[in-house]
């Protein structure tokens, strides 16, 4: 598979006045290996998932059973809403730091898998990587295959940036990774979890700032590691920073839920990362009030810890589900034991299967899910 061939492969596909589409001069890079095609575009003004996908189908066609990756400007798109057909990139976000956005990433990631979902858990928060910690993930070794993607396939891609810390050396592509260089993943409890956290040291800061950095690193985490999972959950960090920004822009983000407490506070900051989404064209689910209420434990009642908002509401984000205030869901994360599992039959887990069940409907609607043969 080479230039020509893949310009014959998209000769189908014309412009408005009949001429190809892509021609010679569209095409910056072809990288290959068995089973996989990565084709690298510099043509302005096709950078949106539905100008990629026709291109992507074409190359589908002439090329079977192949893996087509395809990329332009920043944009990279692997079939169907980006990441490939049947899978999703899920943003968890709050517009606020504390609300519980990791507490409800990580409990739903493991409710999707009970569903039957192939889920995977990428930690988004650069500065604040907290999963590897409430998965009790806690690795004393280097991942296997540091160092060693994109330097050297091709020469067009540069040598990329180099992290130091606790796992090693970790190189960031600046080109294409193939399946067989993807970076392992590392596993708890079923899920698929990458976190920059494996290479921070715990109690230093990363220091991970300038959109520049901030991009590279987000999609090596998205893009070069062998990720199988079908739903991929990013826990963001808050406010509409640089990796809010990132994900917006360059991300294939099948959509986003929010995490919020009830109070206006919490809901005008969601409400600014709700805008940002939205100028993007990403679709928010619905949200997840947090903290909703606390049962007090002397007369059982239930108790409104915040003031409520209808803010998001009012902008049209429809409420998934709501946890109440728990403080085993502070336990149980501190002891790497996520609480839909140490209490799998109790309120919150039924909740929590609620809000799952819904999330898994929204997906099946969008593309559907591979691991259900795409069909809902
Ligand atoms: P964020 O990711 O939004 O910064 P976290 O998920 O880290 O928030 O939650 C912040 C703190 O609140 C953690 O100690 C967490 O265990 C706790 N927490 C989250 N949700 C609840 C809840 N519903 N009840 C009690 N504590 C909670």
Known sequence: MDEAAVVAA??????????????????????????????????????????LAPIHAELGRAF?????????DRRIYRGGEGFGDGRHVVAVLGGKGGVGKSTVAVNLALTLWALGIPVGLLDGDLNAPDIPHMLGVHPKEEPAERGTTGSGQNRRYGAGRTVVGRGGAWRLSSGPVPPSRRRPLYGRHNLEIMSVGFVAPERRPMALTGRGMVSSML????????????????????GTGD????????????????????????????????????????????????MSSLTCPHCDREVDLFGQSSRLADAGVQVLGRIPFDTRLSVNADQGLPLVLGDP??????????????VRSWLRERGGIRAEGLSS
């Open 64 to 72: 079977p059973n192949t893996e087509v990756e395809v990329r332009v």
């Open 10 to 51: 998209l000769a189908p596909l014309t412009d408005s006045d009949g001429s190809p589409l892509i021609g010679p001069e569209d095409i910056y890079g072809v990288m290959a290996e068995a089973g996989w095609l990565c084709v690298s575009l510099r043509k302005e003004g096709i950078n949106s998932a539905e100008l």
């Open 345 to 358: 039959t109790g309120p919150i887990s039924y909740e929590f299967a609620r809000i799952g069940v819904r």
């Open 219 to 238: 999609r090596s985490l998205l893009f070069d590691m062998a990720w199988t999972a079908d739903v991929l959950l990013i826990d963001a960090p808050p």
């Open 243 to 290: 990796e809010i920004q990132v994900m917006a822009r360059e991300l294939p983000l099948s959509g986003a839920i929010f995490v919020t407490t009830p109070h206006d506070l919490a809901q005008m900051d969601a409400e600014r990362t709700f805008t940002l989404l939205r100028e993007q064209g990403i679709m928010v689910m619905g949200m997840v009030q947090n």
